[in-house]
T-cell receptor, first 112, second 114 residues
Framework: GEDVEQSLFLSVREGDSSVINCTYT??????LYWYKQEPGAGLQLLTYIFSNMDMKQDQRLTVLLNKKDKHLSLRIADTQTGDSAIYFCAEPNSGGYQKVTFGTGTKLQVIP | NAGVTQTPKFQVLKTGQSMTLQCAQDMNHNSMYWYRQDPGMGLRLIYY???????DKGEVPNGYNVSRLNKREFSLRLESAAPSQTSVYFC?????????????FGSGTQLSVL
């Protein structure tokens, strides 16, 4: 089955760049996702990348995909206190039904 | 636009008590899901409903039952709550057309079982 791994915690200073890393197992995934969970709220889709792409940039967010190493990263430039949240990497399940497998989540703490 | 609405937001139960978590979506989505979130373990799928009238087990179904009451509503029932079911529960939905659908989440129910 799918296994998505992330480090649990990251602390950065406001204005610095944050890099959140993820490793996944299913090489057939057509998409990979980043979800954001703000305190006391549900998850919201932040961005996603097609598996035939190496990089996707969306304003302050850059997603890098290394398919050979099955490694996905999310870079947040000029990190703000409002970026403090838990970030989940996720990949679609290949088990024949519709769901995604979520990573353990990385809690990003932004220090003013 | 309400999206996915869960009730209650907080609940405390004693071991052995039963309760039902309610979920409703107003986006005309076909598929609905119940997840639990535990520290260091991410989200794990409890049950899902690919379409109205169908339900299936996810990764951690033991101790839970579900009902897809209609297209809008998907409830999760704990028949005899146990301390191991202390968790944050999330309902989610998507259009259900493909495996790459964007999931929409409710704001969660924090459940404590004493």
């Amino acid at each position: 089955g799918e296994d998505v791994e992330q480090s649990l915690f990251l602390s950065v200073r406001e204005g610095d760049s944050s890099v959140i890393n993820c490793t996944y197992t299913d090489s057939s995934s057509t998409y990979l996702y980043w979800y954001k969970q703000e305190p006391g709220a549900g998850l919201q889709l932040l961005t996603y990348i097609f598996s035939n792409m190496d990089m996707k940039q969306d304003q302050r967010l850059t997603v890098l995909l290394n398919k050979k190493d099955k490694h996905l990263s999310l870079r947040i430039a000029d990190t703000q206190t409002g970026d403090s949240a838990i970030y989940f990497c996720a990949e679609p399940n290949s088990g024949g039904y519709q769901k995604v497998t979520f990573g353990t989540g990385t809690k990003l703490q932004v220090i003013p | 636009n309400a999206g996915v609405t869960q009730t209650p937001k907080f609940q405390v139960l004693k071991t052995g008590q039963s309760m039902t978590l309610q979920c409703a979506q107003d986006m005309n989505h076909n598929s609905m899901y119940w997840y639990r979130q535990d520290p260091g373990m991410g989200l794990r799928l409890i049950y899902y409903s690919a379409s109205e009238g169908t339900t299936d087990k996810g990764e951690v179904p033991n101790g839970y039952n579900v009902s897809r009451l209609n297209k809008r509503e998907f409830s999760l029932r704990l028949e005899s709550a146990a301390p191991s079911q202390t968790s944050v529960y999330f309902c989610a939905s998507d259009r259900g057309h493909a495996t790459n659908e964007k999931l929409f989440f409710g704001s969660g129910t924090q459940l404590s079982v004493l």
